[in-house]
């Protein structure tokens, strides 16, 4: 089945 | 020193109750341009980004940064001695132990004042890439509501489809399956009831129910809500508010099959 991703995944730590 | 005074208490009083089962610990970040709020949920799954606009406040006065460290579940049990229509006023010093919030009932000329104490809060910073989203959704935000808390009955998970002919929210779960279809919809004298749909390509995407139907707490902000979505992007949920101040989620896909 589908996993779930993470947000860091997608957006750079600043 | 920040000062920032709200006509009515209302619309902090709602922000911080839509995302305070998503986010514990957050910095309230204070500038001239006003009051930002930027924190993952514990899982880092989903992101709230909330941007108070120095001109939703009057008077507002900042004048250099700050960074006002709450813990949301104390905020809110301050919050709940606020009144809808009382004025609220928050203040803080340049470096603050304390957030001063004060409410104003002027019709019964009754004031209170409390002290919340603060604490350092060290968090991640993300950058938010300005993005060119495959679609976006506008829709009622009490429709968005009852289609999030009746899928969930299906399923824990949604797949979002926009396509020309509309856009498709299913659900496949062990007692069997479901979806809603919304069309683009504009009635003239309801524009509450708007469904607007951009599509630049069609797109679907899977979202776990159970972090949407937490977005929906912010239902009571706006009567509005936009759903913007590209391929395998995290999905953006916004709320807006009056002056171009925002609430808005970001909530990572699931990826696979």
Redesign the interface.
Same mark, same amino acid.
């Given at each position: 089945?589908?996993?779930?991703?993470?947000?860091?995944?997608?957006?750079?730590?600043? | 020193m920040l000062e920032a005074r709200l006509d009515t208490a209302n619309l902090f009083k709602s922000a911080v109750d839509a995302i305070k089962d998503l986010v514990q610990d957050c910095n309230f970040d204070c500038n001239d341009s006003g009051i930002a709020l930027q924190a993952?949920d514990n *899982?880092?799954?989903? /992101?709230v980004s909330m941007m108070l606009k120095a001109e939703a406040f009057s008077p507002f006065r900042c004048d250099r940064n700050i960074a006002l460290g709450v813990n949301l579940t104390s905020l809110t049990k301050v919050l709940r001695a606020a009144g809808r229509d009382d004025t609220l006023t928050l203040k803080a010093e340049d470096a603050p132990d304390v957030l001063n919030l004060v409410f104003e009932a002027t019709a019964q000329d009754r004031i209170s004042e409390y002290d919340l104490k603060l604490m350092d809060i060290d968090q991640?910073? /993300?950058?938010? +890439?300005d993005t060119e989203y495959a679609a976006t959704i506008s829709m009622p935000s009490a429709e968005f509501k009852r289609i999030t808390t009746d899928l969930m009955a299906m399923s824990e *998970?949604v797949t979002i489809e926009a396509t020309k002919d509309g856009v498709k929210f299913s659900s496949t779960g062990d007692i069997g399956n479901g979806s809603i279809t919304l069309r683009q919809h504009t009635p003239v004298d309801k524009p509450n009831e708007t469904v607007e749909i951009e599509l630049s390509e069609p797109v679907a995407l899977?979202f *776990?129910l159970k972090y949407l139907t937490n977005f929906c707490k912010a239902q009571p902000l706006s009567n509005q809500v936009k759903l913007c979505l590209s391929a395998e992007? +995290?999905l953006m949920v916004e709320y807006g508010l009056e002056g171009g101040s925002y609430l808005r989620f970001? /909530?990572? +896909?699931?990826?696979?099959?």
């Open positions: 089945s589908s996993q779930q991703s993470r947000i860091e995944g997608f957006f750079k730590v600043q | 993952m *899982s880092h799954v989903a /992101l991640e910073h /993300l950058g938010i +890439p *998970s899977t *776990s992007v +995290p970001y /909530l990572a +896909p699931k990826i696979g099959d």
